[in-house]
């Protein structure tokens, strides 16, 4: 669908990169190694991306780091474009449905790197949780937004390197 829409695989691997998890950060070696193409490739797009004002370069000793801009007009919109191309909207909307006390919805693993490696990882906390219907969760959530999903329930809050997507006590 966004692929008919973004023509560069390389621009929206970039995108998925950088604006699932505004904290990503990358430099420009490393992206060519993550994603198998050369760095030209890579650099073109950079290029693009920096010049439009939705990446921004920062210079660590002899690496240039790149990641989003998240002061730009448009980054809380491509950020809820690519999240919802991931289907983590579907994702997080079936979860608190349905769940129970849902206490955090926190998404981990390549993901919350800003890696597409076409599985979710998600670790959802909270009290009284419908065991039960997790099992169903997953396969019907898979076939939404075709992509593994891999649920992961915690009786006890915590304190994550991943992305939350939703945190009661914070109300996000």
């Known amino acids: 669908m966004l692929e008919s829409l973004i023509t560069s695989k390389t621009r929206l691997r970039l995108l998925i990169k950088f604006f699932v998890n505004s904290k990503t950060q990358s430099h420009l070696r490393g992206l060519a190694d993550e994603f198998g193409e050369s760095t030209n490739a890579i650099r073109k797009e950079l290029n693009n991306l920096t010049q439009a004002g939705f990446l921004v370069k920062e210079s660590d000793k002899n690496k240039i780091a790149y990641k989003a ?16 191309y991931l289907g983590l909207d579907k994702l997080l909307e079936q979860i608190l449905e ?19 490696s076409g599985k979710i990882d998600v670790v959802v906390t909270g009290d009284n949780l419908n065991e039960s219907y997790i099992l169903n969760l997953s396969n019907k959530i898979e076939e939404m937004i075709d992509r593994k999903v891999v649920l ?3 009786a006890d809050r915590m304190v994550s390197t991943g992305l939350v997507l939703f945190d009661k006590e914070v109300g996000a």
Not at 99 to 116: A, R
């Open 69 to 84: 801009n998240v002061t730009h007009p448009f980054f809380s919109n491509i950020q809820d474009i690519i999240r919802k």
């Open 152 to 154: 992961t329930l915690l």
């Open 98 to 116: 349905r769940m129970g006390e849902v206490s955090q919805v926190i998404l981990v693993g390549d993901l919350s790197k800003g890696i597409d």
